[in-house]
């Protein structure tokens, strides 16, 4: 990286004329409505047939297998919900002191 790179472009000029073209969705416009989409499934509790959003049937999808013992799926709701647990390298401010000391706990180096 260089200072000719921070060069805003000219009236006209186009820096990427392989770019994405006008109109072209990215895949989080894309990924957002089919998830929105209805699909059929088998109720977990009842057995009947609902209708119920793609989004829903994936989030019911990764709750039946935490149930069943997968550790991933489980971590992934918890992370979801509550936010993921900071690494220990994280818990430092900018001056590389703990950003609340508590006594009696360290962490080792690895």
Known sequence: MNDQNLI???KGEIRNPKGRGRG???RS???KKWLKT???IKHPET???IKVTL???IALGI???AVKGNVAAFKEINDTIYGKIPDKNELTGKDGKDLIPIKGITFDAE
């Open 38 to 40: 209805k699909v059929t």
């Open 24 to 26: 072209v969705k990215n």
């Open 63 to 65: 709750l039946k297998e």
């Open 47 to 49: 057995k009947t047939d």
């Open 29 to 31: 416009t894309i990924l």
């Open 8 to 10: 805003p472009p000219k």
């Open 55 to 57: 989004a829903d049937a």
